[in-house]
């Protein structure tokens, strides 16, 4: 099992950049897919990005070309950057963990059994 802890979370107007932090302990870090994912009020949760163990990444169309995620493996780290933020990225993001399985990169909540607490990133218009 891992234990996942974001930061970096918070208020920022339309047009800004936040960077999200995941650290993550237990398993070998390298050797899991990781994943952000959202959950504004009222909506279900949703995929933002993942990326494979190997450093592959895949983006939902709304973040892609503002988002970027990327992993640090000497510091068991997983980032997501986040350019030109609207109100519609208002949510509480999540970063997850597929770490009872290797080679696979879940683009679904449900195949992701290690979750982090979340982190609220609200953006003014």
């Known amino acids: 099992q891992v234990q996942l802890v974001e930061s970096g979370g918070g208020l920022v107007q339309a047009g800004g950049s936040l960077r999200l932090s995941c650290a993550a302990s237990?398993?070998?870090?390298?050797?899991?897919?990781l994943g952000w994912f959202r959950q504004a009020p009222g909506k279900e949760r949703e995929f933002v990005a993942a990326?494979?163990?190997?450093?592959?990444?895949y983006y939902a169309d709304s973040v892609k070309g503002r988002f970027t995620i990327s992993r640090d493996n000497a510091k068991n780290t997983m980032y997501l950057q986040m350019n030109s933020l609207n109100p519609d990225d208002t949510a509480v993001y999540y970063c997850?963990?597929?770490?009872?399985?290797?080679?696979?990169?879940?683009?679904?909540?449900?195949?992701?059994?290690?979750w982090g607490q979340g982190t609220q990133v609200t953006v003014s218009s």
């Open positions: 997850a963990a597929d770490s009872l399985r290797f080679g696979r990169t879940p683009l679904v909540a449900i195949e992701y059994n290690d």
């Open positions: 237990g398993r070998t870090f390298s050797s899991y897919a």
């Open positions: 990326i494979s163990w190997n450093g592959r990444t």
